[in-house]
């Protein structure tokens, strides 16, 4: 369950971003796209707060 919010989560961040810059907002945009790419790196790396490791305690 927490893989998948996570999931969404990563994708609504690059849809927002990718909607901005359609939009005409390219400063919302990039900053959405590098909170995404951050999101996505630190998912693969497997980052305690990524896999919800600091929720569960």
């Given at each position: 369950?927490?893989?998948?919010?996570?999931?969404?989560?990563v994708i609504a961040v690059l849809a927002g971003a990718m909607t901005s810059f359609v939009l005409g907002?390219?400063?919302?945009?990039?900053?959405l796209a590098v909170v995404g790419g951050v999101m996505i790196s630190l998912?693969?790396?497997?980052h305690k707060y990524m896999t919800f490791g600091g929720?569960?305690?």
């Open positions: 369950m927490l893989r998948w919010l996570r999931d969404v989560l907002h390219p400063a919302v945009g990039a900053v998912a693969a790396r497997g929720l569960m305690r």
